[in-house]
């Protein structure tokens, strides 16, 4: 037999049990990896969450490759039930590990180096502007790993 968490399509639908949780429109939640569809399966079934969106948010940043300001959509909003019972509001990016840190330098400069450096600094100008933003709504950036999800 095999893990059935572990063995999903790498994208698809979510229908969510309690769609009065989710903010923004409850028939097209879109998942992009089998990590996001478990954190979706969590927001919605967690009575510790008491509401969330996917990509449902759009952070304005300045792309370093063209110097022009694009849209990020974060994936995840959530708004959390903490132990003393007040709430926090979150924005929550799921990553695999490997993309949250510059890559490694390697001997030769291959067409997957560039294409990686290039994604690093997209991302590192998105989650620089996600936490600004955040800051501002005095709410939390957060990015989640293999580790945190797996």
């Given at each position: 037999l095999y893990d059935?968490?572990?063995y999903k399509p790498y994208k698809g639908r979510y229908k969510p049990s309690k769609p009065q949780k989710y903010k923004g429109d409850s028939d097209n939640i879109i998942y992009r990896s089998s990590w996001e569809r478990r954190f979706m399966v969590y927001c919605d079934r967690s009575n510790n969450i008491l509401e969330w969106g996917s990509e449902e948010i759009i952070i304005p940043y300045r792309s370093p490759?063209?110097?022009k300001i694009h849209r990020y959509f974060p994936d995840f909003y959530i708004k959390v039930?903490?132990?003393?019972?007040s709430t926090k509001k979150m924005i929550i990016e799921v990553k695999?590990?490997?993309q949250?840190?510059?890559?490694a330098?390697?001997?030769?400069k291959t067409k997957r180096f560039i294409t990686e450096v290039r994604t690093w600094g997209v991302n590192k100008a998105k989650w620089e502007a996600a936490i600004e933003w955040c800051a501002d709504r005095k709410m939390e950036?957060?990015?989640l790993t293999e580790d945190h999800l797996g």
């Open positions: 059935i968490m572990a490759l063209d110097g039930k903490q132990s003393d019972g695999p590990k490997a949250c840190g510059p890559p330098i390697p001997q030769r950036f957060k990015i």
